[in-house]
């Protein structure tokens, strides 16, 4: 479950909310297109959204007949450090803020579970994702060669989370 409150006030009226098991077929078949040659399968996303280390969240923007998934992000929080588990929005309302606002989020939320620190993994060969990221405050502090499929490597980035106050 979520500890922090979810943010509002995001461009065109889009809204965060937590993922429910309800929305896993979706976020999985949205997951197979934004991830094409690392998309995680279906069961490891079942594991993952139901383990309590865990923390995910959709984002959805209002469409004909309602609001529609546009994107989702989850975390993984144990002791002193969390990880950026994924992040994803669609190619259709990339630029809006939405990454940025879920990346906040997961910081907000790993404080709140108690992490002073957070990590994620990113494709050397994704340069809009690793802008993001050090626009947000993260280094790189380590390079994993050849870890992706296909021989691409993986940066490691850290950011250090500010403490909530009890
Ligand atoms: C990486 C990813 C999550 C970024 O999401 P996003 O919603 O486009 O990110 P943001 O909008 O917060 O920031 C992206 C850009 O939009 C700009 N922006 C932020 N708010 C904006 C707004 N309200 N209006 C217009 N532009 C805005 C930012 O300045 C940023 O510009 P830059 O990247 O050219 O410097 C998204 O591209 C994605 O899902 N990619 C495919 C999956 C992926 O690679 N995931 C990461 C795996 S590690």
């Given at each position: 479950m979520l500890l922090s409150p979810l943010p509002q006030?995001?461009?065109?009226g889009a809204r965060l909310r937590e993922l429910t098991l309800e929305d896993l077929p979706a976020v999985h078949a949205l997951e197979l297109k934004l991830f094409p040659q690392d998309a995680w399968p279906i069961d490891m996303f079942l594991a993952e959204v139901q383990h309590p280390s865990r923390g995910y969240l959709v984002l959805e923007v209002p469409g004909e007949g309602g609001y529609q998934l546009a994107g989702y992000a989850g975390l993984m929080s144990l002791g002193d450090t969390a990880d950026v588990q994924t992040i994803a929005v669609v190619p259709d309302q990339e630029g809006k803020g939405y990454g940025r606002a879920m990346l906040t989020y997961l910081a907000q939320e790993a404080s709140a579970r108690g992490a002073e620190q957070i990590l994620l993994e990113v494709r050397a060969d994704n340069p809009r994702a690793q802008r993001l990221y050090t626009r947000n405050g993260y280094q790189q502090i380590h390079t994993r060669r050849g870890?992706?499929?296909?021989g691409v490597d993986a940066l490691i980035m850290r950011a250090q989370l500010t403490p909530q106050n009890p």
């Open positions: 006030g995001l461009a065109e870890y992706y499929p296909g």
